[in-house]
């Protein structure tokens, strides 16, 4: 028999006390803010009530060509009781944590005006904090959708974001706030 690309010809699966995943299916957009290890937590119709702990182990490198989207498996923690191969559940997953658990700060959206010299995942904003002199300073992309560019460090302790005219200027430039 003929099989298609990308379809299963054999599957596995053991109901014993093994390790146990969930298999979610993510956008493009949550998916570049998915990292492995982020944390997660999962619940099943079966379990009412009972929230599940895991953390990402795997992310898909390419988007699935059924469903348009991408794949993220969850290595749940211990062995849950109640649940077995095949069943369904939920998952919320935790991003913005690093590896151990800390609050690794909160991302900001910005309009892509503002990001100049962008390679990568590294950019360069201009910003203010007097209202006076332009800073011109390092920020480190999160992603980019069709609304503007996510940034998750760089921002942390600037008041103000220059998006216009930032093409003109350089580190330490005079500059006037006009409304």
């Not at 990308?6 to 596995?12: E, I, K, N, R, S």
């Not at 599940?52 to 795997?58: D, E, I, P, R």
């Not at 942390?156 to 350089?170: K, P, Q």
């Amino acid at each position: 028999q003929m099989a298609g690309p990308g379809t299963p010809v054999l599957q596995t699966n053991g109901a014993g006390a093994g390790i146990w995943f969930l298999r979610v299916a993510v956008s493009d957009k949550d998916w570049i803010r998915i990292k492995v290890n982020d944390k997660a937590e999962v619940q099943t119709a079966t379990i009412a009530g009972v929230h599940l702990t895991g953390s990402v182990y795997k992310k898909s490198e390419a988007v699935d060509p059924y469903n348009g989207s991408f794949t993220i498996d969850i290595k749940l923690t211990g062995t849950p009781g109640g649940v077995a191969s095949g069943m369904f559940g939920k998952a919320i997953i935790f991003t913005g944590e690093n590896n151990d658990g800390q609050q690794a700060g909160q991302q900001w959206k910005i309009p892509y005006e503002a990001l100049l010299e962008g390679d990568g995942n590294t950019g360069y904003v201009f910003v203010t904090n007097d209202n006076k002199t332009a800073r011109r300073i390092k920020v480190t992309i999160a992603g980019m959708d069709t609304e503007g560019v996510w940034i998750s460090k760089g921002l942390d302790s600037v008041s103000v974001l220059i998006i216009s005219g930032n093409a003109y200027l350089n580190d330490g430039s005079r500059i006037r706030i006009e409304q």
